[in-house]
Nanobody, 124 residues
Framework: QVQLVESGGGLVQPGGSLRLSCAAS????????IGWFRQAPGKEREGVSC????????DYADSVKGRFTISRDNAKNTVYLQMNSLKPEDTAVYYC?????????????????WGQGTQVTVSS
């Protein structure tokens, strides 16, 4: 059974950090590009970051550039999202997703598998 499970969310103060994990089971992440997305209440789901399976190239939304870092550990079948200098506007449910494409893309419709999401709340 193909499954993606996110973890690492929680409540953090502005300026704080969190590291989200996306663990895969039932398939090998090596051959999939992975994306992180988020959805805030009343807003559409948006792309945050992605990483290719081909050469490890990455892409970030402008709103998180310089603060978030995506990485993958194929040996652990896990992808991470390190989030630093968090802001209240980063509050959302964060989802990871996998696509059979090798390129890094933040087009939601190209993703085949989705996790259930993990809540990130940035508040003092």
């Amino acid at each position: 059974q193909v499954q993606l499970v996110e973890s690492g969310g929680g409540l953090v103060q502005p300026g704080g950090s969190l590291r989200l994990s996306c663990a895969a089971s039932g398939f090998t992440l090596d051959y999939y590009a992975i994306g992180w997305f988020r959805q805030a209440p009343g807003k559409e789901r948006e792309g945050v970051s992605c990483i290719s399976s081909f050469d490890g190239s990455t892409d970030y939304a402008d709103s998180v550039k310089g603060r978030f870092t995506i990485s993958r550990d194929n040996a652990k079948n896990t992808v991470y999202l390190q989030m630093n200098s968090l802001k209240p506007e980063d509050t959302a449910v964060y989802y990871c997703a996998a696509t059979r494409l090798t390129i890094a893309t933040m087009l939601l419709g190209l993703y085949n598998y989705w996790g259930q999401g993990t809540q990130v709340t940035v508040s003092s």
